[in-house]
């Protein structure tokens, strides 16, 4: 099984409509992070949580908003999806114990607004 | 803001053809993470590098810490075609944030 776990794997959904990506890690890790990519814009971060207290902004949170419900959860929600959301979303953890600073990454959430 | 440039954008090589990519950057780095992604897979670690002048190898992966902390290379030897991915490089700067290169596509050839 999965360190990180994303679920849906694949949306399609109607611009308007709200839709929640959910992500579980087993992995014990404090820091949460959600991210897009884009091709050819590599990975943009979206939203990070040192834990469940501590939620942040990245470099794109204008239309996200995320949910840290437990240490080892955390959503991303699109309010209102448009278009240029259509992208693939990865949830990623780190451990703040790390020294090596490793981040860890899920297998990525496909979605596509139409 | 800080900018990192990664290249080439794209490769397409020859199975058994050697295959380097490095990733530059007007800031200085404590740590440079270099990640594959999979078709249709989030990011693996595949090598991290923690002191400048660093040399580090992993298989046929050698990758480099720059001396002036700005810069790291990745070089794949004897490619196969399971080599065919998308790498991307990862500095940390000692805070919450990774940023991520553009990627390098490589896709190789049998």
Redesign the interface.
């Known amino acids: 099984d999965a360190d990180?776990t994303q679920t849906p794997r694949n949306r399609i959904t109607k611009t308007g409509k709200r839709i929640m990506l959910e992500c579980s890690q087993t992995k014990g890790h404090d820091?949460m992070y959600w991210?897009r990519q884009d091709p050819?814009?590599?990975?943009?971060?979206i939203y990070?949580s040192?834990d469940v207290k501590d939620i942040?902004k990245g470099e794109i949170s204008d239309g996200y908003s995320v949910s840290r419900q437990a240490q080892a959860k955390f959503s991303l929600s699109l309010e209102s999806a448009i278009p240029n959301q259509t992208a693939l979303y990865?949830c990623?953890t780190s451990d703040s114990w790390d020294s090596?600073?490793?981040?860890?990454?899920?297998?990525?959430s496909w979605l596509t607004v139409v | 803001g800080q900018q990192l440039n990664?290249s080439p954008?794209s490769m397409f090589i020859q199975e058994g053809e050697d295959v380097s990519m490095n990733c530059t950057s007007s800031s200085i780095f404590n740590?440079w993470?270099w990640?594959k992604q999979d078709p249709?897979?989030?990011?693996?670690?595949l090598i991290?590098l923690?002191k400048a002048g660093e040399l580090t190898s992993n298989g046929r992966l050698t990758a480099q810490f720059g001396i002036t902390r700005k810069d790291s290379f990745l070089n794949i030897s004897a490619s196969i075609p399971s080599d065919v991915g998308i790498y991307?490089c990862?500095p940390?700067t000692g805070t919450?944030?990774?940023i991520?290169?553009?990627?390098t596509r490589l896709k190789v050839l049998a």
Do not use: C, M
């Not at chain 1, 050819?40 to 971060?45: H, P």
């Not at chain 1, 090596?100 to 990525?108: A, K, P, R, V």
């Not at chain 2, 991520?100 to 990627?103: E, P």
């Open positions: 990180v820091r991210y050819g814009l590599g990975l943009r971060l990070y040192f942040n990865f990623a090596g600073n490793t981040i860890y990454f899920g297998e990525g | 990664q954008q740590t993470l990640y249709g897979e989030g990011p693996v670690l991290a923690y991307f990862a940390f919450y944030k990774y991520f290169g553009t990627g």
